[in-house]
Each structure stands twice: as C-alpha cells, then as structure tokens.
C-alpha cells in the first residue's frame, strides 16, 4: 500500500500535463473565433462586411454596388463589374466594355452573371453540404476573357435594383433607355480616366432585344446633341423579341415546319396570329399583347414541350432555380454589395405589368439607325422556339436601310471551331451580322458557352468570318 501514493501522484501529474498542453494548442483555435477575420473582406458601401468564404477571392467582382437614377427619390440600378481576365490590348483603357442586358421584362442581370456570360457559374455542392448548397465554379466561356463586363439590374425593380414607388418603373423604351443612359454615365464616372475612353458594347438577349436598340439609339441621339459622347461601337441582340408585329406572325410556320404541330393546328394558329397583329396596326396594344400571349399558350399546348426556349430539351434551364436561391443568401447579398433591405426579384412581376402595352411594339426604327451608325449583330440558338431563327429572319429582311439587299443577298457561310466541329452559320454584310448557333436554344451562352465566347469575340475584333479588313484591332491573344 506504500509504494501506491507516488504512482497515483505520478499519473496526476501526468494527467495535468496533458490537459495544459490540449488547452494551449486549442487557444489559438478559440481566440480566432474572437477576431476580426484574416482574409480578405468584401466592405459593402453600407457598412456591413462578410467574409468571402463563400465566394473563392478571385470570383468576386472587380466593382459592385449601385448607380443612381433619380437622385430624387433614390432609384438605383444594381451593377457587378468584371474587368477582362488577360489584357490583350495595350492598357485596359483601350480594352472594350460589353454590357449585358437581360430580358423578362424584368429579370435580373444576374442570370446573364451566373449562369450564362459572367466568369463565374452557380453550380450544386457536390460535397452534399446542407449549410453551403451551391458552389461557384469557373466559367471557360465568359464574356470577359479579354473585355470588360458590366451586368445592369434593368429596369429598376429588377433583381436588386431599386424602385422607389412602382410609378417610377418605366412602362416604355425611351423610359427604359433614360435610365440606363445615367446608369451608364454614373459608371463612367467612378473611374472616368478608365472607362471614358474605352470603345462600349451593348448586349442582351429575349426582351432586351428592345432594351438594346432602345438604349443604343438614346446613346447616338445624346452624342449628337451634347459635348459628354459615349463611345458606342455595337449592340447584339441574342434571340430578341424586336418587331413583335412581324414576330408573332411566324410561331405557327416555325412549330410546323419543325414537325411540332399538324396542317389544322398551324391554320388554327394563324388565326391567332393574324388577330394580334391587326390589334397591334390598331395600336390597341394591351389587347395585342393579351392576344400575342394566347398565341404562345396555344404553342405550348400543341406541342406538349417542357420549355419553348430549347425544343430539344426534355426539361426546362434548372439553373435558373440555383442562381435565385444562391442570391437569396445573405452573405451573397452583403458580398455583393447589395443594399440590406433589397430583396431578389429573379423576374419582377411589378415591372413585367408596368412595361405590359410595351410588348408588341416594335424598336426596328431603332436598330435602323444603329445599324447605319454602328454595328449590329444578330444571334439565334437553332431550337428557339420563341423568338429564334425564323423569327429574326422575318424581321431583319424588312429593315430600311440601304445596304439591306446586299445583306440578304450575302453567303452564309459555315462556321466551325476547334477544328472540324460545326458551330452554326454567319451571314453578314458591311455592318449587320446574322449568327445562328447550333445546338442551342433561347439562352445561347448557357448551351454554348465556348462557341458564344469565339462569337463575341470573333465579331468585336473582326476576326475569322467576321474579318473586316479596315479592322483597327490587333490581333487576339489566346
């Protein structure tokens, strides 16, 4: 029993040892829970800060925030900015400027970021973990490669833009076209050295294929009027909804000849058809609109398709479900810039009811002039159903402009990349070029990331089959 004492002391000391050794090595543990975090922080102009664990550093974009358009009443429009990956040119000062529209009405910029163009894409969290759903993964055909790319929240009450009444949302394309032309020119001006110079693109797709014209002819209209010019070099318009008029009067021919609907179901269109366009010559534009929407209905019931936009796919672009619920996270929001009290509207009813008699008037008049003072790209994914091939095809061939003969006149020459693969088909003449992508639908750069980025980049820098030998461009760098 003697020799018992020391060993028990001996084990206790041990013991105590042991646990002052475990709480040394787990203090720095607990005390960088009590401090400011070491990484890098995304500071939101309203004072509130996050950590970017949920976003990798080099995702988040270069500027973020809002553009005021009224400084009124406080409507802003919500940007993400993303300067080019690798500079090409010889300073970013000379390095082009895209902005993405996207259509709706009313949905936000946003899709266009994450899941089309932007150079970073939502995708689901395959390590199945509940508290972090999606991750964002690196997109290999973004737009910003070697351009800028500046996403707009158009109009306000879109996305995180900010309405401040919903009178205020406008109901029109010179109000859409006011807007963004402030927008703009507040952007220009938080680095007016950088951006004033820099040769400006305007893109978007769907219903933008108003807000595009609509601002681009608002653009040469101002420059013409004051000493402050925006340097507008193009517009693109992606499966645009234009010249509603003449569009609306194509959807049965195209679900017919793509085997989608009977001999009797494309007269019982027609008819439908026909009725929205004499509404529209009667500038009866909320019926013409209702009418236009009966149309599309009796598409989808005929057809029984998943989604009009891709008539190849089984089911409807899921992604857009990630990106919204992506963006409902707080700590995205604060990331982002985004105001605390702003909510996500993915695609605002407000706003698609405000611009509501907008729907079936025509903005043709507008990429006249763009297409006389500018230049002008048209691209289709070959399965829309919407307002695809077909349906631009109709449109451009009734343009006024002097050259249009010698456009449609033009070869249309096949188009392929990485070798032998077939990408679609361009047409173009002078300033107007015609695209159509295969394999895609509605959301071209979400079905083809990489042939749209060789698309874009191909007719900025007048490359390939969009070579202009008066190019001023130098040559791109892979």
Same mark, same amino acid.
């Given at each position: 029993?003697?020799?018992?004492?020391?060993?028990?002391?001996?084990?206790?000391? *041990?013991?105590?040892?042991?646990?002052?050794?475990?709480?040394?090595?787990?203090?720095? *543990?607990?005390?960088?829970?009590?401090?400011?975090?070491?990484?890098?922080?995304?500071?939101?102009?309203?004072?509130?800060?996050?950590?970017?664990?949920?976003?990798?550093? @080099?995702?988040?974009?270069?500027? %973020?925030?809002?553009?005021?358009?009224?400084?009124?009443?406080?409507?802003?429009?919500?940007?993400?900015?993303?300067?080019?990956?690798?500079?090409?040119?010889?300073?970013? %000062?000379?390095?082009?400027?895209?902005?993405?529209?996207?259509?709706? +009405?009313?949905?936000?910029?946003?899709?266009?970021?994450?899941?089309?163009?932007?150079?970073? &894409?939502?995708?689901?969290?395959?390590?199945?973990?509940?508290?972090?759903?999606?991750?964002?993964?690196?997109?290999?055909?973004?737009?910003?490669?070697?351009?800028? !790319? !500046?996403?707009?929240?158009?109009?306000?009450? %879109?996305?995180?833009?900010?309405?401040?009444?919903?009178?205020?949302?406008?109901?029109?394309?010179?109000?859409?076209?006011? &807007?963004?032309?402030?927008?703009?020119?507040?952007?220009?001006?938080?680095?007016?050295?950088?951006?004033?110079?820099?040769?400006?693109?305007?893109?978007? /797709?769907?219903?933008?294929?108003?807000?595009?014209?609509? *601002?681009?002819?608002?653009?040469?209209?101002?420059?013409?009027?004051?000493?402050?010019?925006?340097?507008?070099?193009?517009?693109?318009?992606?499966?645009?909804?234009?010249?509603?008029?003449? @569009?609306?009067?194509? &959807?049965?021919?195209?679900?017919?000849?793509?085997?989608?609907?009977?001999?009797?179901?494309?007269?019982?269109?027609?008819?439908?058809?026909?009725?929205?366009?004499?509404?529209?010559?009667? =500038?009866?534009?909320?019926?013409?609109?209702? $009418?236009?929407?009966?149309?599309?209905?009796?598409?989808?019931?005929?057809?029984?398709?998943?989604?009009?936009?891709?008539?190849?796919?089984?089911?409807?672009?899921?992604?857009?479900?990630?990106?919204?619920?992506?963006?409902?996270?707080?700590?995205?929001?604060?990331?982002?810039?985004?105001?605390?009290?702003?909510?996500?509207?993915?695609?605002? &009813?407000?706003?698609?009811?405000?611009?509501?008699?907008?729907?079936?008037?025509?903005? =043709?008049?507008?990429?006249?002039?763009?297409?006389?003072?500018?230049?002008?790209?048209?691209?289709?994914?070959?399965?829309?159903?919407?307002?695809?091939?077909?349906?631009? #095809?109709?449109?451009?061939?009734?343009? #006024?402009?002097?050259?249009?003969?010698?456009?449609?006149? $033009? /070869?249309?020459?096949?188009?392929?990349?990485?070798?032998?693969?077939?990408?679609?088909?361009?047409?173009?003449?002078?300033?107007?070029?015609?695209?159509?992508?295969?394999?895609?639908?509605?959301?071209?750069?979400?079905?083809?990331?990489?042939?749209?980025? $060789?698309? *874009?980049?191909?007719?900025? !820098?007048?490359?390939?089959?969009?070579?202009? /030998?008066?190019? %001023?461009?130098? +040559?791109?760098?892979?």
């Amino acid at each position: 029993m003697e020799s018992t004492t020391p060993k028990l002391l001996l084990k206790l000391t *041990i013991l105590i040892s042991i646990s002052v050794f475990i709480l040394i090595q787990l203090f720095p *543990i607990f005390y960088l829970h009590q401090v400011p975090s070491l990484w890098p922080q995304a500071t939101s102009k309203f004072g509130s800060s996050s950590p970017v664990s949920l976003f990798p550093k @080099q995702a988040l974009p270069t500027k %973020s925030g809002y553009l005021t358009v009224n400084s009124t009443t406080g409507s802003s429009i919500f940007y993400t900015f993303y300067e080019a990956q690798s500079l090409t040119f010889p300073d970013l %000062s000379q390095t082009p400027l895209l902005i993405w529209l996207q259509g709706g +009405p009313g949905c936000s910029s946003l899709f266009g970021n994450f899941m089309e163009i932007g150079p970073w &894409h939502v995708n689901l969290n395959h390590h199945h973990d509940h508290k972090h759903p999606f991750v964002l993964e690196p997109n290999p055909g973004s737009w910003n490669r070697i351009f800028g !790319l !500046l996403f707009l929240d158009n109009p306000i009450g %879109s996305g995180f833009s900010i309405a401040s009444s919903t009178e205020e949302i406008p109901t029109d394309q010179f109000s859409v076209a006011k &807007h963004l032309y402030i927008a703009i020119t507040e952007f220009i001006k938080l680095d007016s050295t950088l951006f004033s110079s820099r040769l400006l693109y305007i893109v978007g /797709e769907s219903y933008a294929g108003k807000y595009v014209p609509a *601002i681009g002819y608002y653009i040469l209209k101002k420059n013409d009027e004051s000493n402050h010019v925006i340097n507008l070099a193009g517009v693109a318009i992606g499966n645009g909804l234009v010249d509603p008029e003449t @569009q609306v009067g194509t &959807h049965a021919d195209n679900a017919y000849f793509s085997g989608l609907i009977n001999e009797k179901q494309r007269s019982e269109m027609e008819r439908y058809q026909n009725e929205a366009i004499r509404l529209a010559k009667l =500038k009866r534009w909320r019926d013409a609109t209702n $009418a236009r929407h009966q149309v599309v209905d009796m598409l989808r019931d005929m057809t029984g398709l998943p989604t009009l936009f891709d008539y190849s796919k089984k089911t409807p672009y899921h992604k857009t479900q990630w990106v919204t619920d992506f963006l409902h996270d707080e700590k995205v929001k604060r990331i982002l810039s985004v105001e605390e009290s702003a909510v996500f509207r993915n695609c605002s &009813h407000v706003v698609s009811v405000a611009l509501y008699e907008d729907n079936m008037k025509s903005v =043709k008049y507008m990429v006249e002039l763009l297409v006389k003072r500018s230049k002008v790209l048209l691209y289709q994914g070959q399965f829309d159903l919407w307002d695809g091939v077909f349906s631009t #095809e109709a449109w451009v061939k009734t343009l #006024e402009w002097e050259e249009i003969g010698k456009f449609l006149a $033009a /070869e249309r020459r096949v188009w392929r990349v990485r070798g032998d693969e077939l990408a679609g088909y361009v047409q173009t003449w002078e300033s107007l070029s015609n695209v159509v992508v295969s394999r895609a639908g509605h959301l071209v750069p979400a079905d083809q990331p990489l042939n749209s980025q $060789a698309m *874009i980049e191909g007719w900025i !820098l007048e490359t390939g089959l969009f070579r202009n /030998e008066q190019s %001023s461009f130098p +040559p791109v760098q892979s």
